[in-house]
């Protein structure tokens, strides 16, 4: 690790202590957690491994008492089997004994004293049985610890993720609030100083309708993001005609986006949805913003209504950009976007994707995009519960 000592005051150190500290702390814990629980293992194996070696010397030194206790009584003549005193050993036949029995010497050489088999195989059994019970424990505990050490790792990750990820988008709104500010601002100096007759000064408030149109979006997009990351945002599904919907949301927006934006739909029989038309409105709104600001002034968009049985599906379909088709579900995160693919100039705030899902999905939808690859457009799909119309009851 290398620090900047050229002031040789400590500042350096001090500096980053303080901005990785944290991490420092995280590391010494984490070896000190892991250097416990390998001296608890070692301790207690330890303790069990001793206190086993210590009852096969205590029956060592039984088995020998009661050899030579027994070895030096001429009468009555020892009898094979358990002894009566302490059935753990027995007394059997010197030919037949085990390595550790005891000869009873000196009157009766042909007996041994010997702990009983079954007395040995349930001590040794019983060592194992502790001696497995501490390596899975251990084993246990440090995988627990590395689970949690993963989890800590992947917290702390997110956290700095996201925390970077909100300075950008701050950065990002600061810059969108900014620029429709810019415009109106040149387009009021411009009415101040000037002189204008009607053919010029038409594309001049055109333009600053635009701009307000997306300040108004802008300010929309906030409040209804953080009344859903508050879960405060209250939908009122109702059955909505989507077919006539669409068609006033095309004509509103052909002042802005003229001929580029066209709806296909072949029903015609109108397809009733439950739905919130604020909801669907504000969906709409950021997918057709979302394909003008990156497809730019070479803009196709086709807005398509279908339906089956049960669902309708609203399709937005342009000729922008485009995304990998593996990065679908990424759009939909709050705060993502993918500046790479963003065209020169153009700005995001990285919530109209993940505000338009949020709103489907309170409604009982679900909204999904795909597209073939990058510069080969992208289509995005809202899907509604059909319903009966109004009239139907």
């Given at each position: 690790m290398k620090f900047n000592g050229a002031t040789g005051d400590g500042r350096p150190i001090i500096r980053w202590l303080r901005q990785r500290g944290h991490h420092l702390l995280f590391v010494i814990t984490l070896l000190s957690l892991t250097a416990l629980v390998g001296w608890w293992a070692v301790f207690i194996y330890n303790s069990i491994h001793r206190e086993h070696h210590g009852a096969q010397e205590e029956r060592v030194f039984r088995a020998r008492a009661y050899a030579l206790t027994l070895?030096?009584?001429?009468?009555?003549?020892?009898?094979?089997?358990?002894?009566?005193?302490?059935?753990?050993?027995?007394?059997?036949?010197?030919?037949?004994?085990?390595?550790?029995?005891?000869?009873?010497?000196?009157?009766?050489?042909?007996?041994?004293?010997?702990?009983?088999?079954?007395?040995?195989?349930?001590?040794?059994?019983?060592?194992?049985?502790?001696?497995?019970?501490?390596?899975?424990?251990?084993?246990?505990?440090?995988?627990?610890?590395?689970?949690?050490?993963?989890?800590?790792?992947?917290?702390?990750?997110?956290?700095?993720?996201?925390?970077?990820?909100?300075?950008?988008?701050?950065?990002?709104?600061?810059?969108?609030?900014?620029?429709?500010?810019?415009?109106?601002?040149?387009?009021l100096e411009t009415l101040k100083t000037q002189d204008l007759s009607r053919e010029e000064l038409e594309p001049l408030v055109n333009m600053a309708l635009r701009q307000v149109d997306r300040q108004q979006q802008l300010a929309q997009n906030i409040l209804v993001g953080q009344r859903l990351e508050r879960d405060t945002a209250r939908l009122n599904p109702t059955p909505l005609a989507m077919g006539a919907f669409l068609e006033r949301f095309v004509s509103g927006h052909h002042s802005q986006f003229g001929e580029?934006?066209?709806?296909?739909?072949?029903?015609?029989?109108?397809?009733?949805?439950?739905?919130?038309?604020?909801?669907?409105?504000?969906?709409?709104?950021?997918?057709?913003?979302?394909?003008?600001?990156?497809?730019?002034?070479?803009?196709?968009?086709?807005?398509?209504?279908?339906?089956?049985?049960?669902?309708?599906?609203?399709?937005?379909?342009?000729?922008?950009?485009?995304?990998?088709?593996?990065q679908a579900e990424n759009l939909f995160e709050a705060f993502r976007r993918f500046p790479e693919e963003l065209p020169a100039g153009q700005h995001g705030t990285g919530m109209g994707l993940y505000i338009s899902r949020s709103l489907a999905r309170k409604m009982g939808g679900d909204l999904t995009g795909t597209s073939a690859g990058p510069r080969q457009g992208a289509c995005f799909q809202l899907t509604l519960k059909r319903c009966e119309s109004r009239r139907g009851g």
């Open positions: 070895g030096h009584q001429a009468e009555p003549a020892p009898r094979p089997g358990p002894l009566p005193e302490d059935d753990r050993f027995e007394i059997v036949p010197a030919a037949a004994a085990a390595a550790d029995a005891v000869v009873m010497q000196p009157y009766w050489p042909e007996y041994a004293v010997q702990t009983r088999p079954e007395v040995v195989a349930a001590s040794e059994d019983k060592f194992r049985r502790r001696s497995l019970m501490v390596i899975g424990e251990g084993a246990l505990l440090a995988l627990l610890i590395l689970i949690s050490t993963f989890m800590l790792y992947r917290l702390i990750h997110e956290e700095r993720r996201s925390a970077r990820e909100l300075q950008e988008f701050w950065s990002r709104i600061t810059h969108e609030i900014k620029t429709p500010i810019t415009g109106l601002r040149a387009f580029r934006i066209r709806l296909q739909r072949p029903a015609p029989d109108d397809v009733w949805v439950l739905a919130d038309p604020d909801a669907v409105h504000v969906i709409l709104d950021n997918l057709t913003d979302n394909a003008f600001k990156y497809a730019g002034d070479d803009l196709a968009l086709l807005i398509r209504l279908t339906a089956d049985s049960e669902q309708a599906q609203v399709s937005v379909c342009d000729n922008g950009p485009g995304f990998d088709p593996a």
